[in-house]
């Protein structure tokens, strides 16, 4: 069983940057992908963005050049830096992982092995 820890997230101003953190621990295996994903209140969970182990990453179209993915392998850590934040990015964001997946196939959500807890990112105007 797998453990992921979410940090990092907070209130920012509009224009303002946050880095979350999602560390994982436990029974980890050699090959996984991790991704981020976040819900804001009323709404369905939404792909943010996906790391590989061998270092591919995938952004999803509307947060490309805002949102950085990448990843520690030494410390099974993944990073979401997010800059220009905007009121419109504020919800729960959540990190998983993803055994046999890849940065396509994590965003569909059908082969999560493990969640985090989530950590709420607020983005006031």
């Known amino acids: 069983q797998v453990q992921l820890a979410e940090s990092g997230g907070g209130l920012v101003q509009a224009g303002g940057s946050l880095r979350l953190s999602c560390a994982a621990s436990?029974?980890?295996?050699?090959?996984?992908?991790m991704g981020w994903f976040r819900q804001a209140l009323g709404k369905e969970r939404e792909f943010v963005a996906a790391?590989?182990?061998?270092?591919?990453?995938y952004v999803a179209d509307s947060l490309r050049g805002r949102f950085t993915i990448s990843r520690d392998n030494a410390k099974n850590t993944v990073y979401l830096q997010m800059d220009s934040l905007k009121p419109e990015d504020t919800a729960v964001y959540y990190c998983?992982?993803?055994?046999?997946?890849?940065?396509?196939?994590?965003?569909?959500?059908?082969?999560?092995?493990?969640w985090g807890q989530g950590t709420q990112v607020t983005v006031s105007s």
């Open positions: 790391s590989a182990r061998g270092g591919t990453t």
């Open positions: 436990g029974r980890i295996f050699s090959t996984y992908a």
């Open positions: 998983a992982l993803d055994y046999a997946g890849t940065v396509q196939t994590i965003q569909l959500m059908k082969g999560i092995d493990s």
